[in-house]
């Protein structure tokens, strides 16, 4: 890919699974901190869920900074280009950009992943996957992409 060059079937392929993973994430919301540290599977599938959120939403950033010809050094700085070429408010990306080591704590297993954030994040960030999703649908609709 070059620059200038955005695939919008590779961002909505990426789309696709968020939506599919809050979906999922929805049935599991709402419920007490002590149903994810007393069951594994239901741990496993918010972890596993919100780790697909979080992914294929960097995913998206990275590919459309690329795009967009600026490079970045990382998953948060992914994020800020899409503040600085306006397809996040700035406010949303300073927010979002902690997704970044959320993940990394998910995949890499810095620290054992700490149940009351994943709880956290499924009960108070999961609206963040949905607003982030619908803003790029937005840049995809008003850009023009071959």
Request: proline content about 4%; hydrophobic content about 45%.
């Amino acid at each position: 890919m070059s620059p200038g060059e955005i695939d919008p079937t590779v961002v909505r392929r990426h789309l696709v699974t968020i939506r599919q993973s809050v979906e999922v994430l929805r049935d599991h919301a709402g419920r007490e901190v002590a149903a994810l540290r007393e069951n594994a599977e239901e741990r496993w599938t918010v972890e596993r869920g919100l780790h697909l959120c979080a992914q294929n939403a960097l995913d998206i950033s990275t590919h459309i900074a690329v795009g967009m010809g600026r490079d970045v050094a990382d998953y948060a700085s992914a994020v800020d280009v899409l503040a600085d070429i306006g397809v996040l408010p700035r406010p949303f990306a300073a927010d979002f950009r902690g997704m970044a080591g959320f993940r990394n704590i998910i995949v890499h297993g810095y620290l054992d992943v700490d149940i009351e954030v994943l709880h956290q994040v499924l009960n108070e960030r999961l609206n963040d996957f949905v607003e982030f999703s619908k803003l790029i649908e937005q840049f995809l609709s008003v850009r023009p992409i071959p």
